[in-house]
Each structure stands twice: as C-alpha cells, then as structure tokens.
C-alpha cells in the first residue's frame, strides 16, 4: 500500500485551504503528505506516491505532473476545480479528459460532472462522486477556522458597524490580453470571446455606477469589490477605491469562502459560489446589468431571478431579508452532492481504496529517467525554474522588484510575488493547526 501523497494546488486562494485540510485528515491516517504549488513542482522527487492535482485534462497535463513529480506509474487522482461548464464550454470539448489523462480518476463535486465525464468515454470505475470539499468550510463545525469580522476589520480598515456587501467578479475577460489570448487558444471560438469580452466590459462598467450610486445614497454600507483570481486591474475600480475610502474596498486577499462567512449580503454576476452562499445560509443577490446568453451562461443561473435594474438593486439592498438565493436547491444537488458526511472523509475513503491496491514501489527506469531530463530541457522550463526561484529570494529577502510591465505581464510575475509571499506566511502554519484540531473534534463525535 502506498503511504505517501502528494497534493499539487494551482490557484492559492482557491485550492490551499482545502490541500490543508485534506492533508490533516490523511497525516491522521497516517500518510506522508507533501503539499506542491503546481509552477513550482520541477525537480519534486517523491516517487511512489498517490498524486492529488486540481486538474487534467489532456496528454500534455498529464505529462507534466508525471515529469515534474518524477511519478512514473503512480497513481493520479484530478479533484477537477472547475466541473460547473456553460453549454458553449462544454461543447468545446476542453475539460473533457483526452488522450492519457483518460487512464487517472477523477473525484466529482456531484451527479452532473459523473454523467458528464462518463458521456464522453471515462470508465466508470474511474470516476467517484465525493462532494465539492469547498462546501465543508461553511459547515458549523469549521466556524472556528475563520477570521473574525473584527480581525478582517482591522487588517483592512473596515467598519464593523456598516453593513458589509461582498461582490464576488468575475470579469477576467475585461483588459486582459493574456487571459483572452489562452482562451482563444484553447477554445478557438472567435465569437464567443469577442461577445463575452464586450458583455464582461458593459457589465461592469454598469455595475460599478451602480455601486457608485449605492454607497452615495446608502453611506452606512462598505462594498467588498473580491476580484476573480485572474482579473486584470482596473482604473475605475482605483477611482472608486480613492474616492470612497470607507465604503469601497477593492481586495483580492482570502478565500471567498472567508469573505462569505462574516458579510451580510452576497451579490454576484457569474460565479458559481452561489454553493458556498447557500451552504452559509447567506442571502445572494445575481446582479446583470445586460442579460447573458443561455449558452455562454452557468447552467443553474438560466432560470434565475436577476437583479437588472438599479431600483431593483437598492430594493433589495433594504429589503435583503425578502431574499435567498435566486435558484432551486434541486437544481443546485445536481451539481453538489451534499450528505451528512463531509466532503474531505469522503475523498479521503477513496483514496485508501487506491492507495491499497497499489503495493508495488516504484523503480529506477533509465528510459523515464531520460525523457524526464529532456522535458525539463525543453521549452527551457528549467532555466525558467531557476530564474523563477531567484528572483523569488531577491524578493523576499531584498525587496527587490521588476517595475517593467510589460514583462511583468508576459512572465506573471505577480503570481511569483504572491507565490513567494504565501510560502513565507505564518498563517498557514497556524490555519493547518486549527484544522487538525477540527479534523480531530470531528472525528470524536462521530
């Protein structure tokens, strides 16, 4: 049986909390966990090992994690972050497993990702249905794990006598070349980038005078702009910030989950965290200024009740408690499956299951061994490794930083900043020590 895990974490505000968790839990069955940022994953040389990424979808992914893992043969397990698909994503086909990303497991948040992956070729017995372990953080017995509204109060300037709205964005298509530029390669949908590109820019631009509006007739509420992970800057978010110090905060730090947990009102346009609202018992306004196509829209929003208007807005900004959420909890289960058994057990029964049926130890394969070296070579992914990582201790131990944007932006070298930072941040420590303790309590009580 293997007894070691890897836990290979993509985006840090999305992903890291749960890694954690997840790692809690396995150090109690008494697994060696090692948790992996996925850029920097090269020359990681833990062999025999269960391999947990955030996704794979294709030949190329799954070369990468086998190479920069050094897991030839291990087996890989796709958690699969993003399993809620408009019609127009789906259609494209590019979170459809391919070639050998076919032969790993892949964990699903609910019945639709299962009939999904099955749909287009995965064999069943692939394919596992464990719940979203997102979700488990906004259960009661992960209260303690959050930052208080007074502590999040004093980190960021906000006043706790106001009423907090948190707007949860998702315009990373809006002045955002690299974004736009992948997606167009991946996709090769010319149409829909351009129509999404320019709803993304008139919505936002609409939304944000809305806001403006509602602070100036509503001075007792803070909005909390929380951009998308990959949303580019904005110059009238700045404006906004600048003008109204108090009323409109534009942060991009914690998870959406923390934010969620101590406002009193949730409004979005796209995001598929309306699980995480209903699961606080949080009240979620859908906020569209301009309506969105069926087919380029989130598949349990075509339906819902939209706030479209600015009297509408302000209507139900005074009158939240006449609101939930916009949409059906039957339809809400197709995509979660939510059972009186957390998630993270859940995942942590099946990858046991795995774990047990592996019980040779992998060995030195000279040819792996060599086509390893050449994929590390190549595209000079090495090199970029190396400068990667000095750059990052110049940062940390220097202050020094690239003032050139354009190369900052060619090279995202804020996600090394921040990459840097987060490995140096305490408060991981103490946010896994909170966890076990959870782990622990509710591994009692049950």
Request: aromatic share 14%; net charge positive; hydrophobic share 35%.
């Amino acid at each position: 049986m293997i007894k070691q895990i890897i836990i290979v974490y993509e985006n840090i505000v999305r992903e890291y909390d749960n890694a954690l968790l997840l790692k809690a839990e396995f150090e109690r069955r008494g697994f060696q966990v090692y948790l992996a940022y996925k850029t920097e994953t090269i020359l990681f040389i833990k062999r025999s090992s269960i391999i947990l990424v955030p996704n794979c979808y294709n030949t190329d992914n799954y070369d990468f994690y086998q190479y920069t893992l050094n897991s030839n043969g291990n087996p890989i397990i796709s958690l699969q972050y993003e399993q809620v698909l408009s019609k127009r994503i789906e259609k494209t086909g590019m979170h459809n497993p391919k070639g050998k990303a076919k032969n790993i497991y892949f964990f699903c948040w609910g019945k639709n990702c299962f009939d999904r992956l099955c749909k287009y070729g995965i064999e069943e017995k692939r394919i596992k249905i464990c719940g979203a372990l997102q979700l488990d953080f906004l259960r009661p017995e992960f209260s303690g794990f959050y930052l208080t509204r007074k502590e999040l109060a004093d980190q960021y300037k906000l006043d706790c006598e106001k009423k907090w709205l948190l707007y949860i964005s998702s315009f990373s298509y809006v002045d955002n070349s690299i974004i736009t530029k992948y997606t167009a390669e991946e996709l090769a949908d010319d149409i829909f980038i351009k129509d999404f590109t320019e709803l993304s820019v008139r919505s936002q631009e609409k939304t944000l005078n809305w806001f403006e509006q509602l602070i100036i007739e509503n001075p007792d509420i803070t909005i909390i702009y929380r951009k998308h992970p990959v949303e580019a800057g904005n110059r009238r978010i700045e404006e906004l910030t600048k003008q109204y110090p108090f009323n409109f905060k534009n942060i991009d730090d914690l998870s959406v989950k923390q934010w969620v947990s101590v406002c009193d009102i949730i409004v979005t346009w796209f995001s598929t965290s309306i699980a995480e609202v209903y699961m606080a018992k949080k009240p979620l306004l859908l906020l569209r200024p301009y309506p969105i196509k069926e087919e380029y829209d989130v598949p349990f929003y075509y339906r819902a009740d939209c706030i479209d208007s600015y009297e509408k807005l302000g209507y139900a900004i005074n009158n939240i408690e006449q609101f939930s959420i916009p949409v059906s909890i039957e339809i809400l289960n197709g995509y979660y499956s939510l059972k009186e058994k957390p998630a993270f057990l859940r995942i942590a029964d099946e990858v046991e299951k795995i774990a047990s049926a592996y019980t040779k130890q992998q060995k030195i394969d000279v040819k792996f061994v060599l086509y390893r070296l050449r994929f590390f070579l190549k595209k000079g992914r090495l090199i970029k490794f190396i400068l990667k990582s000095i750059y990052q201790t110049l940062f940390i131990h220097f202050n020094f930083k690239l003032r050139n944007e354009r190369i900052r932006n060619a090279y995202c070298v804020n996600d090394w900043e921040k990459s840097a930072k987060h490995k140096n941040d305490t408060l991981n420590k103490e946010k896994y020590q909170i966890l076990k303790e959870i782990v622990n309590e509710y591994r009692k009580s049950i």
